[in-house]
């Protein structure tokens, strides 16, 4: 089995990417799913947090990476990470990961952005 880190820049298809290639049973960490669980939305997933929100995600979802990388040898791990720093690249490196870099170019994740996107993640 696996660990898949999934790169790229917002609205590029990590998400999409991941949906189409995990298996039931499979683990995909997600910030943007993560970050619709502390809080009621009523306008399904977003993609701008309250920073409160977005301190708890980040926590959970590095607990998450750091309990998925221990099973990783028995079933594939999916982490979706759009700008991995070099240190967390070198990291991922040294555990065996397969990174994949999604990038359909700008013009199609700035359309992407423009009609999925808040007005404020458009800048």
Known sequence: MA????????????STWVRNHAQPGD???DYDAIASVPTPRTDGVGHDHPVHVKAVTK???????DTAIGV??????????STPSPGLLAKYDRLGAEVITID????????RAKAERP?????
């Not at 926590?59 to 990476?65: L, V």
């Not at 359909?104 to 359309?111: K, S, Y």
Request: glycine fraction near 8%; aromatic fraction near 4%; charge should be neutral.
């Open 3 to 14: 660990l898949y880190v999934v790169t790229g820049p917002p609205a590029s298809g990590k």
């Open 119 to 123: 007005q404020q993640m458009q800048a």
């Open 27 to 29: 683990i995909t960490i």
């Open 59 to 65: 926590a959970a979802r590095q607990a998450a990476i």
């Open 104 to 111: 359909p170019g700008m013009d199609t994740v700035l359309a």
């Open 72 to 81: 990783s040898g028995a079933v594939d791990v999916y982490v979706i990470h």
